[in-house]
């Protein structure tokens, strides 16, 4: 099984490992935020696109945790082993909840597209979308420049699905204006059916990695195969 993080014992490196960790803990701080947020206000506003960026963003809270886990094991110097070994059987239970996840939303909006449930419009939701658009960027910028110092694949692949994440918030902030200000009660739903394709790419992701022990970007379809 290949090694995600390379072993070099310098003073450099134990400061990158150290922002890192830092960064992570920003990282796991802002998705207890946004899951709770959008997890409420999508059950009380009956938005689909709320709920799949919401139980999404649990996902990444926990997958996000794994690899914080392994970047603290790595600062106090113990062998990885163990941890390469929990990331992986992690990596299969995020792939099994992305794509479980997938079909409830795939399953939730073509019902509210027969049925016209329309969501009621949420400012609180609008506002959770702009903050991850501009937030999660900033988080790739971070995890990628330590990822490429310490040469962790694991978190260069952690800072792909934070791109991936503000790709999600996009989407769901353009449903969100269109259902509020158009009145387009389809644009949730729709929304929330193309929030699906994030959602496939990041468990094929995920599926890699549980399969090979070696990760790869959200989307990267050469090695995702």
């Given at each position: 099984m290949a090694r995600t993080v390379t072993s070099s014992p310098t003073t450099?490196?134990?400061?990158?490992?150290?922002?890192?960790?830092?960064?992570?803990?920003?990282?796991?701080?802002?998705?207890?935020?946004?899951?709770?947020?959008?997890?409420?206000?999508?059950?009380?506003?009956?938005?689909?696109?709320?709920?799949?960026?919401?139980?999404?963003?649990?996902?990444?809270?926990?997958?996000?945790?794994?690899?914080?886990?392994r970047l603290v094991v790595e600062r106090r110097g113990s062998s990885l082993e163990t941890i390469e070994q929990a990331e992986r059987r992690a990596a299969w239970v995020t792939a099994i909840g992305l794509f479980l996840l997938s079909v409830y939303i795939v399953v939730d909006g073509l019902v509210s597209l027969f049925t016209h449930t329309q969501a009621q419009a949420s400012w609180w939701g609008v506002g959770l979308a702009i903050a991850a658009a501009i937030i999660m960027p900033v988080l790739w910028q971070g995890k990628l420049r330590v990822a490429k110092r310490i040469g962790s694949v694991a978190l260069k692949a952690d800072a792909a699905c934070s791109v991936t994440c503000a790709y999600m918030s996009i989407t769901l902030l353009i449903g969100l204006l269109l259902n509020r200000f158009l009145g387009w009660w389809w644009a949730d739903p729709l929304a929330g059916l193309v929030l699906v394709y994030f959602l496939v790419q990041e468990g094929r992701e995920a599926l890699h990695e549980a399969r090979t022990g070696e990760s790869c970007s959200c989307g990267d379809d050469d090695c995702c195969e």
């Open positions: 450099t490196r134990t400061q990158e490992v150290r922002l890192g960790i830092w960064i992570e803990l920003v990282s796991i701080g802002w998705m207890i935020v946004e899951a709770s947020v959008a997890l409420s206000v999508g059950i009380a506003t009956h938005s689909v696109s709320l709920q799949g960026f919401g139980f999404d963003s649990i996902i990444e809270l926990i997958s996000g945790s794994i690899l914080l886990w």
